[in-house]
């Protein structure tokens, strides 16, 4: 059973410019939450969606945007790039079950670097 | 907002040493209470989790009780190996396992 996999697994970008990461959840499951984990921090939330829809948002500006396939895979898209954007992201996967999210698991991460 | 409060690192400790690591929240409502492992290089692994008061979650070795008293979640472990090394990260989600809000962290270092 594969779990969440990510691609790529590393990237080096210049700013300004934009980047597309992207995710492929664990088999079974339709939700795929977003994190930035910067050097020495715990993740921070970026945004999570289910049935191809941005069901909730974190504190980050207006270049980050994502979408989710019927697939349930997701892409992340950071644009115009920023020194301070440099960082591990992650993708989880999760499956509503009841009416409730069930717990998250993550993917290894593409870690970017922005020069 | 709501949020988690780990224990600043690294703990060092011999191999078979007992190992507690604090975490504190604060949160609204009945949230559930993760923690999750990071090895070298690597995403994040689910360890434990407990979902009300009062429930510890295990695995590994590892144990974690919900207090909502004292509104804490801290991780222990009877005999730590040099494997166990890694960053420990404590969470929580809100009712209905919204996004998840992470502690900074905290490496454990294991020596021989």
């Known amino acids: 059973d594969a779990g969440v996999t990510q691609s790529p697994t590393h990237l080096i970008k210049t700013r300004g410019q934009q980047v597309t990461l992207r995710c492929s959840p664990k088999?079974?499951?339709?939700?795929v939450s977003w994190y930035q984990q910067a050097l020495g921090q715990g993740p921070q939330f970026i945004f999570q969606?289910?049935?191809?829809?941005?069901?909730q948002r974190g504190n980050f500006p207006d270049r980050f945007s994502g979408h989710q396939f019927p697939n349930y895979s997701s892409e992340l898209n950071v644009n115009a790039l920023l020194l301070g954007d440099s960082a591990l992201y992650l993708c989880?996967?999760?499956?509503?079950?009841?009416?409730?999210?069930?717990?998250?698991?993550f993917g290894p991460g593409t870690r970017l670097l922005v020069l | 907002g709501n949020s988690v409060t780990q224990m600043e690192g690294p703990v060092t400790l011999s191999e078979e040493a007992f190992l507690t690591i604090n975490c504190t929240y604060t949160?609204?409502?009945?949230?559930?209470l993760f923690w999750y492992v990071q090895y070298p290089g690597e995403g994040l692994q689910l360890l434990l989790k407990?979902?009300?008061?009062?429930d510890k979650g295990s695995n590994k070795g590892f144990e974690a009780t919900y207090r909502k008293e004292t509104t804490s979640f801290h991780l222990e472990k009877g005999s730590v190996q040099v494997s166990d090394s890694a960053v420990y990260f404590c969470?929580?989600?809100?009712?209905?396992?919204?996004?998840?809000?992470f502690g900074t962290g905290t490496r454990l270092l294991v020596s021989p």
């Open positions: 989880a996967s999760s499956l509503v079950s009841g009416g409730q999210q069930e717990t998250q698991y």
């Open positions: 088999s079974g499951h339709d939700t």
């Open positions: 969606y289910y049935e191809e829809e941005e069901r």
């Open positions: 949160a609204t409502g009945y949230p559930s």
């Open positions: 407990a979902t009300k008061a009062d």
């Open positions: 969470a929580l989600s809100e009712e209905g396992f919204q996004k998840l809000v």
